[in-house]
């Protein structure tokens, strides 16, 4: 019986967070070429995983960022360039 409720308030929990995720995604944006080495959030061209770009400011390294924030930093980009 114990492991229906466990099942059960995880599923309703999930249910309840997912709106909070996705208006949290829609408020940020992608910002290239400003990562510190081993910092970027997901993978990248020549990596495939978060936390393994090779160096600071690479070009296709990302991380999430505020919305419109990308643009007010120095060397920041909405799209990754080679």
Known sequence: ???T??????AI???VALPAAAQ??????????VVKAG????QTATSSCAGTSKK??????WIAVPKGTCAKI?????TASK
Do not use: F, R, W
Request: hydrophobic content about 35%; overall charge negative; glycine content about 10%.
């Open 13 to 15: 929990a999930a249910i």
């Open 39 to 42: 910092q970027n959030d997901c």
């Open 74 to 78: 120095v060397g920041g980009a909405t």
């Open 56 to 61: 600071d400011g690479q070009k296709d390294a």
């Open 24 to 33: 949290k995604a829609a408020e940020t944006e992608k910002c290239y070429g």
């Open 1 to 3: 019986m114990k492991t």
């Open 5 to 10: 409720h466990l099942v059960l308030a995880s």
